[in-house]
Nanobody
Framework: QVQLVESGGGLVQAGGSLRLSCAAS????????MGWFRQGPLKEREFVAA????????YYGDSVKVRFTISRDNAKNTVYLQMNSLKPEDTAVYYC??????????????????WGQGTQVTVSS
């Protein structure tokens, strides 16, 4: 069973930065597509970013392009989300997720079999 544990969330002022981490255990991390999703207050879960198993391909939601960067370290079984120029509308619980099958619908939460518990990010204005 794959377990994912996010960390790095917190309170930050608008314009600031945070780096989220997601540590994986119990599976073959290096073969998984990894994604980040978020869910703000009274909002649906939203795709943020995804990265292929090798790290060679990355994908971003329109609202975070340029500001956020996803990366992974397969030796450490960890995926990261560097968030810069944060805005109040980035406030949400951020979840990492693993897709063992490497499907093309990386933006679709139903493609992901394993999820972390989430970490809260709050951006103050």
């Amino acid at each position: 069973q794959v377990q994912l544990v996010e960390s790095g969330g917190g309170l930050v002022q608008a314009g600031g930065s945070l780096r989220l981490s997601c540590a994986a255990s119990g599976g073959t991390f290096s073969s998984y597509t990894m994604g980040w999703f978020r869910q703000g207050p009274l909002k649906e879960r939203e795709f943020v970013a995804a990265i292929s198993w090798s790290g060679g391909s990355t994908y971003y939601g329109d609202s975070v392009k340029v500001r956020f960067t996803i990366s992974r370290d397969n030796a450490k079984n960890t995926v990261y989300l560097q968030m810069n120029s944060l805005k109040p509308e980035d406030t949400a619980v951020y979840y990492c997720a693993a897709d063992p099958w490497g499907g093309n619908r990386y933006y679709d939460s139903y493609e992901y079999d394993y999820w972390g518990q989430g970490t809260q990010v709050t951006v103050s204005s």
